[in-house]
């Protein structure tokens, strides 16, 4: 084990002195607005944190909804990429471990290109054993770096569990302190297109309950830019989580910098009637669901809830105060699930607000099926929500 931690040690400071060497190095194919970003920082100042930037994530969101001017559009997997881009160019303490994420640039091209731009040290293609590059990265995170690890599908994580949660989650504390672990987690999941049980895992409810841990899940290319820059400037480690389903999703973003704050839900439609929490791809097929509730004469009010540990309460408790009425609308499994947790948080905290029992919507108990009809019956589709929606308020 001695030997193990020694290595481990070994290569996170080898990681360490590449990238000091790199930092006076010209990094070619870097966008204008990232060279203008870089510019505008002032030497020596300390890096604005997730956490700490609400007010001006929200300035800039507002900005951004009133004015086409100066934006630019991409899809879902070119906003991770450019966060990457950015985030690298600007501190070169950033790096990327994960199985082809170097001259593949990913299974997903999230880091398409980012081999050639800083160099296969600081973007690290890795063997096919994800306990041993995500141990890696926590090594190299205890010794300054701030590694973000891609796992090529989240249901591969599983073998790193364990470090995951003893090393992740529990370092910082059991350390005394001595360590920080600003490590990022990332990858896609979700149910898919026929992609069979092993590569359809929602892994939200198996690391929940590590203590310790962040979890965000972003739902639009404007979001994942922002929580995975957020994420990288935490102190905290956080996991990441994109659906595979989301990476074509295309929106117009900022030219600007910004990040988006790591424990704060998004309002994504204003409504009196009914308050409906989801995240991730569900978002969509909520939005569907509402276009029929609006003909039908319902005023939902639906929030992304984007953070998953924490909850936004705050966000949540105001629309609960306003509404009276919740559905939760999930993807993750019934028995233990997101929507579990929420809902009993829903109950301890704003009970005397309720004047229906909360209702949840969640994925069936069982592995997800390769055949399609059988894939959708597992998950929630709009016009179950509908149903939902017209059984609270009646």
């Avoid at 290595?7 to 070619?28: D, E, F, N, Q, Y």
């Avoid at 439609?269 to 609006?294: E, F």
């Avoid at 699930?337 to 009993?344: D, K, M, N």
């Amino acid at each position: 084990m001695a030997a193990a931690a020694a290595s481990l040690h070994a290569t996170a400071a080898a990681l360490h002195g590449a990238v000091a060497k790199s930092r006076s190095a010209a990094i070619p194919q870097v966008a204008t607005s990232v060279r203008l970003v870089a510019g505008s920082r002032r030497p020596g100042s300390a890096r604005a944190r997730g956490g700490l930037v609400v007010a001006r994530a929200a300035a800039v969101k507002d900005e951004a909804a009133g004015s086409t001017a100066g934006g630019h559009e991409v899809l879902m997997f070119e906003a991770l990429r450019e966060a990457m881009i950015e985030e690298m160019t600007l501190d070169p303490t950033v790096c990327m471990i994960g199985e082809d994420v170097g001259d593949y640039g990913g299974s997903y091209k999230v880091s398409k290109g980012l081999s050639e731009m800083f160099g296969d040290l600081r973007v690290l293609d890795t063997p096919i054993a994800e306990n041993s590059f995500t141990g890696m990265g926590v090594g190299a995170a205890m010794k300054g770096l701030r590694p973000v690890v891609e796992g090529m599908n989240m249901g591969f994580l599983l073998l790193a569990y364990n470090q995951i949660s003893n090393n992740c989650g529990m370092l910082h504390y059991t350390s005394g302190g001595q360590f920080k672990i600003p490590i990022v987690i990332r990858g896609p999941g979700g149910v898919g297109r026929q992609l069979g049980a092993e590569h359809s895992q929602r892994l939200e409810s198996y690391f929940q309950s590590i203590p310790g841990l962040q979890m965000v899940a972003c739902s639009t290319p404007y979001n994942a830019k922002g929580l995975l820059k957020a994420a990288i400037r935490s102190e905290n480690p956080v996991v990441v989580f994109e659906h595979v389903l989301l990476y074509n999703m295309k929106e117009k973003i900022p030219d600007e910098d910004y990040i988006c704050c790591l424990e704060e839900a998004e309002m994504v439609r204003p409504g009196s009637q009914v308050t409906i929490l989801t995240y991730s791809r569900m978002r969509y097929h909520v939005m569907q669901a509402v276009k029929t509730l609006v003909n039908k004469g319902y005023d939902p009010e639906v929030i992304d809830i984007r953070s998953l540990k924490p909850f936004d309460l705050h966000t949540i408790g105001n629309s609960v105060k306003k509404t009276h009425r919740v559905l939760i609308v999930e993807e993750c499994m019934r028995t233990g699930g997101i929507g579990a947790s929420l809902r009993s948080a829903i109950i301890d905290n704003f009970w005397d607000e309720l004047d229906a029992p909360p209702m949840c919507l969640s994925s069936q108990d069982v592995p997800t099926p390769y055949a399609a009809p059988l894939e959708d019956a597992t998950v929630v589709q709009p016009p179950q929500i509908v149903a939902a929606i017209e059984e609270i308020c009646r």
